[in-house]
C-alpha cells in the first residue's frame, strides 16, 4: 500500500532534517542556540523544542533576520494580530504556531543551503517564481502542500535545473 501524501510530507520533512548540518541550518535561522534557549544537535532535539513551543524571540529573529513583514509571517503561522501580542507577552509560541515557524525555517534553512547567501535567500523567498505560479515561495508557507512546492523548486535549483 502507498503511504498517504501526508506521510510522504512528513517523510520528506524528516529526511530533510536528519543531519547535523541541516539542523544547525535550521536553528541559525531561528536566531542561533542563544535564542532558541538551548544546544539542538539532532532532530529530536528539534522536536522537543517545538512540542514545548519555540521562544518568541525565533520569530523576531526570523521576521528582523529575512525581512518578513509581521502582517506575512502572522498568515504563515496562522497568527492573529491579537495572538500575536499575547505571545510577545507570553514570550513563547504555541506548539502549532512553533511547528509553523519550524517548517518557515527549515525552507529557509534550505534556501541558504542552495543560494549559499542569507540575502539571496531572503531576496528569492520574497519574489515571484514563474515555477510557483509567479506567486513569491513565501506566500505558499502557510501549508504543508506550499512547503514542499517550494521544497520541490529549491531542489531543482540546486541540483541544476531552472526553477
Known sequence: MAPSLRQTARLVEEASVGHPQEVAGVV???GGAK??????????DLAELVR??????????????YGIARDVLCTILHLSPRNFLRRKDQKRLSPDES????????VIAHANRVFEDPEESADWIRSPNVALGKQQPLTLLDTD?????????L?????????
Open 28 to 30: 541559525s535561522v531561528l
Open 35 to 44: 535564542i532558541v534557549g538551548r544546544n539542538v544537535r539532532s532532530p529530536e
Open 52 to 65: 514545548k513551543g519555540l521562544p518568541f524571540a525565533a520569530l523576531v529573529a526570523v521576521m528582523e533576520n
Open 99 to 106: 511547528d509553523r515557524l519550524y517548517r518557515l525555517a527549515r
Open 145 to 153: 502542500i506550499g512547503v514542499q512546492q517550494v521544497d520541490q523548486v
Open 155 to 163: 531542489g531543482r535549483i540546486e541540483h541544476g535545473i531552472v526553477g
